[in-house]
Nanobody
Framework: QVQLVESGGGKVQPGGSLRLSCAASGSGFIRIDAMGWYRQAPGKERELVAAITAGGTTNYADSVKGRFTVSRDNAKNTVYLQMNNLKPEDTAVYYC???????????????WGQGTLVTVSS
């Protein structure tokens, strides 16, 4: 039905920048509500990086405040994560997440992207 497709990951040096994108597509009957980004580094638990509500309210992990910016384009059902001044500890697989509602079957959904790898190293 609805898929979240991520892009923008890659390898950068410390201090570099990347912009991740996550687009929801596949159905006009799925309402996308809050969206966010999680990450998981090897040997660590998945953690919330940033989230944004449909109204634009944002929340960030303390470790990325001032460096990352989450935004969204509701017309495109797309969420972005601008990552500046990247540090080695930011290395992880980043997963897009969305809270959604199926307006045909009247049910809430949790959607996940396939993950995109961000590697920060010299």
């Amino acid at each position: 039905q609805v898929q979240l497709v991520e892009s923008g990951g890659g390898k950068v040096q410390p201090g570099g920048s990347l912009r991740l994108s996550c687009a929801a597509s596949g159905s006009g009957f799925i309402r996308i509500d809050a969206m966010g980004w999680y990450r998981q580094a090897p040997g660590k638990e998945r953690e919330l990086v940033a989230a944004i509500t449909a109204g634009g309210t944002t929340n960030y992990a303390d470790s990325v405040k001032g460096r990352f910016t989450v935004s969204r384009d509701n017309a495109k059902n797309t969420v972005y994560l601008q990552m500046n001044n990247l540090k080695p500890e930011d290395t992880a697989v980043y997963y897009c997440n969305a809270d959604a509602y199926d307006q045909v079957q009247y049910r809430s959904l949790q959607l996940w992207g396939q993950g995109t790898l961000v590697t920060v190293s010299s």
